[in-house]
Nanobody, 123 residues
């Protein structure tokens, strides 16, 4: 059973920063961050394909968010800078062991999910 656990969420003012972490019980080269705001669909925020060092970001977060992975610690990170109120959501990390799923922005491509961590940005 693969387990993912997010941490690092919290409440910040607009313009602030947070770093989310996701520990995984088994290494995966295909991981991503998603978010879901109340009443909205889950959307892909960032994804990483470690085998090739490839990254993908949603347009809304490009230049502000950075995804990274520490293989030795089996930990995925999401550094979030210049946060905006519209970034408020529950953030989830996800993992896949299907290479065809790597870098996908579709939540259906990922088989394993964490419980989520709440990020709230006030104006």
């Amino acid at each position: 059973q693969v387990q993912l656990a997010e941490s690092g969420g919290g409440s910040v003012q607009a313009g602030g920063s947070l770093r989310l972490s996701c520990t995984v019980s088994r290494y995966s080269s295909c991981m991503g961050w998603f978010r879901q705001a109340p009443g909205k669909e889950r959307e892909g925020v960032a994804a990483i394909y470690m085998t090739y060092g490839s990254l993908r970001y949603a347009e809304a977060v490009k230049g502000r968010f950075t995804i990274s992975q520490d293989n030795a610690k089996n930990t995925l990170y999401l550094q979030m800078n210049s946060l905006k109120p519209e970034d408020t959501a529950m953030y989830y990390c996800a993992a896949s062991w299907r290479t065809a799923s790597c870098l996908s922005a579709r939540s259906s491509e990922y088989s394993y999910w964490g419980q989520g961590t709440q990020v709230t940005v006030s104006s």
